[in-house]
């Protein structure tokens, strides 16, 4: 089955400054993959996705990368405020059908001010 | 957009006792509904996928018997934890995919905490 895994588990970065978070998956036939926000207590809210055919995707201050070859994908996040703060939590999943979603660990970003 | 309804968003159950726990899709069919659980600090792990009108599919490690998954309509799937003990105590979490989007896009629920005394 699908594994995720995703680095840093914890990352801190200044205010105004990018922060990156990097993800691996092992199912080649994965063409999904979306990146949440998590507030404490709340469930998660996707904050942008990108499907296989596309190597990137860009909204606002968050963009998204992905390398099938590599088979890895990654967050951006440039010019950091105190709201982003939050853990993050990227997944694979196959199209079609009941497939599921598989997550990574999590990272817990820090917006210091 | 999409809206996924999870009531109720905090539960507090006596040991022995069953808890239900709601998921609704406010404004769109669902065609598959999921089960997750996460407890502190970790990440959101798969209990059971949910199809409108046939039995759940458990992970593998997921009682069935423990946890009962209905799904009777295309907007409403509902998980009951029985006979909860203090170790079911957990974030509970639901999610939903709109039915004819070929899973690109799924929408979750807004988390039940579950704490069993």
């Known amino acids: 089955g699908e594994n995720v895994e995703q680095h840093p588990s914890t990352l801190s970065v200044q205010e105004g400054d990018s922060a990156v978070i990097k993800c691996t998956y092992s199912?080649?036939?994965?063409?999904?993959f979306p990146w949440y926000k998590q507030e404490l207590g709340k469930g998660p809210q996707l904050i942008i996705d990108?499907?296989?055919?596309?190597g990137e995707k860009k909204d606002q201050r968050i963009a998204v990368t992905l390398n099938k070859t590599a088979k890895h994908f990654s967050l951006h996040i440039t010019e950091t405020q105190p709201e982003d703060s939050a853990v993050y939590f990227c997944a694979a999943s196959r199209s079609g059908g009941a497939q599921k979603l598989v997550f990574g660990q999590g990272t817990r970003l820090t917006i210091n001010p | 957009g999409a809206v996924v309804s999870q009531h109720p968003s905090w539960v507090i159950c006596k040991s022995g006792t069953s808890v239900k726990i709601e998921c609704r899709s406010l404004d769109f069919q669902a065609t598959t509904m999921f089960w997750y659980r996460q407890f502190p600090k970790q990440s959101l792990m798969l209990m059971a996928t949910s199809n409108e009108g046939s039995k759940a599919t458990y992970e593998q490690g997921v009682e069935k018997d423990k946890f009962l998954i209905n799904h009777a309509s295309l907007t409403l799937s509902t998980l009951t934890v029985t006979s909860a003990h203090p170790e079911d105590s957990s974030f509970y979490i639901c999610?939903?995919?709109?039915?004819?989007?070929?899973?690109?896009?799924?929408?979750f629920g807004s988390g039940t905490r579950l704490t069993v005394v």
């Open positions: 999610s939903a995919t709109k039915a004819g989007t070929g899973n690109y896009g799924y929408t």
């Open positions: 199912d080649s036939a994965s063409n999904y």
């Open positions: 990108i499907r296989s055919n596309v």
